[in-house]
């Protein structure tokens, strides 16, 4: 057997301590996933009462070209329904994007640290990637135009940027749109868009208009708390949607998941009400670190990276003693620096409590 050369040296994506391995590691009850970005407040309960009908039948394939949902966010974004790709999560929106423009000659463009599955995914197909350093947690768009040339296909921009929370504005997104040669396409990476609040958000969708080489993806993962059914999309110029279908599985998203994500649309004030609680919780964390002396990101999004006068293994590994599951930032090439997703207030009171003593302790 042979395998492509570069999957010998790669490996599988890491995901966080699963909560059943850590209550049994620690002999806790209770376990608080604070390590993957996910709604703390679960998901709308109109999804929950309508899922026994949902699972009637499931021994049909569910309709490929989601025609349902297609039309149910197409109206939800106000973009055409031909503009839509819809995945297995957005994650899986993203492997299309490299099946479709990467290959070996080709280079692609992107910040480290970003989310890893651009890189991930780009590697796979043979691409030579071509990683900008943030700048103080912000995208170095002109050190990225830098390295775009001939052989470059895609350039992904995640806003707000996981991990670091921080978002890249309007203007500076223009600035970009109108300096990228038309061979690149941009992808405009927004899975925590329905958190953002700044006055200066840039508007992708509307920008889909006046750029055909322009990709938005969203996903019903994070505030719409549905990562668990797997179900994101991409928008773009129906042109950049025709090429992409043919790399798209055909019964990619399940039916359960295309059904929960129009109930979940419809239930908006399951999102302004997790939208709310995240910003007033997100502003105690800030105020709590300023309090401590301890620096951050200005996040537009549900995770805080902080910065911490010791090691994030070290207190990622304290955290986890107390029933918490949070990320270290230590293996993001981010050292003393944890993220931390935003939780329900009174978790979030019991792990700044936790920090508090640990760095106090640190201190002595
Ligand atoms: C920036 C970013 N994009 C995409 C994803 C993938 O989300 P999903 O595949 O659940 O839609 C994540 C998940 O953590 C993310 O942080």
């Known amino acids: 057997m042979k395998a492509k050369e570069i999957l010998k040296n790669m490996k599988p994506y890491q995901p966080g301590k699963g909560i059943e391995e850590v209550k049994k590691e ?10 993957s970005n996910e709604n703390p407040f679960g998901f709308s309960e109109q999804v929950k009462k309508e899922l026994p009908a949902l ?5 049909i394939y569910p309709d490929g070209y989601a ?13 055409d329904e031909n503009q839509l790709i819809f995945g297995n999560g957005s994650d899986e929106v993203v492997q299309i994007i490299c099946r479709t423009f990467l290959e070996p000659g080709a280079n692609t463009v992107m910040a480290t640290p970003t989310f890893p599955q651009y890189k991930h995914n780009a590697l796979i197909e043979g691409a030579e990637i071509r990683e900008v350093p943030l700048m103080d947690g912000h995208h170095d768009l002109e050190g990225m135009l830098d390295q775009i040339d001939e052989q470059t296909r895609v350039l992904w921009l995640c806003t707000p940027n996981n991990p ?16 990228v ?10 899975a925590y868009y329905e958190y953002m609040d700044a006055a200066d958000a840039f508007d992708s969708i509307a920008a889909l208009k006046e750029y055909q080489n322009l990709i938005v993806l969203r996903t019903f993962s994070k505030a719409y708390g549905l990562a668990g059914l797997r179900i994101g999309y991409g928008v773009a110029h129906p042109d950049v949607i025709r090429v992409l279908e043919p790399a798209r599985e055909p019964f ?4 359960v998941a295309q059904a929960a994500a129009i109930i979940a649309l419809d239930d908006q004030p399951f999102i302004d009400h997790s939208v709310e609680q995240n910003k007033k ?3 105690r ?17 549900n995770f805080v990276l902080i910065h911490l006068p010791m090691s994030g293994d070290e207190m990622f590994q304290h955290l986890l003693t107390k029933g918490f599951i949070v990320r270290s930032g230590e293996a993001l090439g981010l050292p003393n620096t944890i993220r931390l997703t935003i939780g329900r207030t009174e978790d979030m009171e019991r792990i700044q409590e936790e920090m508090k003593q640990k760095i106090s302790e640190g201190a002595q």
């Open 26 to 35: 620690y002999g806790l009850d209770r376990i608080v996933k604070l390590a």
């Open 55 to 59: 699972i009637s039948q499931l021994e």
């Open 285 to 301: 964390l800030f105020q709590f670190c300023d309090e401590h002396g301890i620096s951050y990101f200005d996040s537009q999004a």
């Open 281 to 283: 919780n997100k502003e």
């Open 164 to 179: 670091t929370g921080v978002h890249i504005n309007d203007k500076a997104l223009a600035d970009v749109l109108g300096k």
């Open 181 to 190: 040669p038309d061979h690149v396409l941009v992808v405009i990476d927004e």
């Open 67 to 79: 025609a349902m949902v297609r039309k149910k966010v197409a109206s939800f974004i106000q973009a």
């Open 252 to 255: 990619n998203t399940s039916t």
